[in-house]
């Protein structure tokens, strides 16, 4: 197992068997970058990860604690591993289906609030200073998209794609195609993308995802 999914495992075990509670200190950056032989930087994206489901939280100057919500976060996460052994192909493969086919739910769904956390998603991406903090926030604009359309099961869907965007594999990838050039050509087709949806304007969301998953299909896999 790799450096990353080992301690993503290792929290989420802590937090099963309930070793570590609500309102539990987490370990600080620094410490579980010296034992994970991680960067502090793919440990902040870690922790990240983990706030945005509402299993931590985190306070300036204080640290990482434990939800209060984390039992029902944690009843809301897909099963331990499961998307271990799905692969990047099998997962774009997947994402050209379903991310197009979402555009009509999200447009007839999507409130004010939805559109703010793309923005703050879009926002942030925009703010990276490394493609794994990119990446994480990239991860978490298409998973704001999906969870506009206000479906339990999608969302459930789009969390399980987004353990398969943190493996390894799909982050090697993603390095070897990744440049500044693209990078910028993201950003301005997430921007469009939000524009279209925020305008109801269903033709053209649609058209601008699918052109996008293909774009970022050819940069990472060739076809």
Known sequence: MDPV??????????LRTRTWRAGHRLPTERALS????????????????FKRKRLITQTVGSGTYVSEQVHEALSQLAPANSGASISPAELMSARLVLEPALIEMVIGNATTADFERMDECNHH??????????????????????????????????RLMNEVRAQSEWGMLKRRSATPERRLEYQREHRALVAALRDRDGERARRLCLDHLLRVRTNMLGF
């Open 5 to 14: 999914a080992r301690l993503k495992e290792n929290i989420l075990d802590n």
């Open 34 to 49: 010296e034992q994970y032989g991680l960067s502090r930087s793919t440990v902040r994206r870690v922790l990240m990860d």
């Open 125 to 158: 991406a925009e703010l990276a200073t490394t493609l794994e903090e990119f990446e994480h926030w990239d991860a978490a604009l298409h998973e704001a998209i999906a969870l506009a359309a206000h479906n339990s099961f999608i969302a459930s869907v789009f």
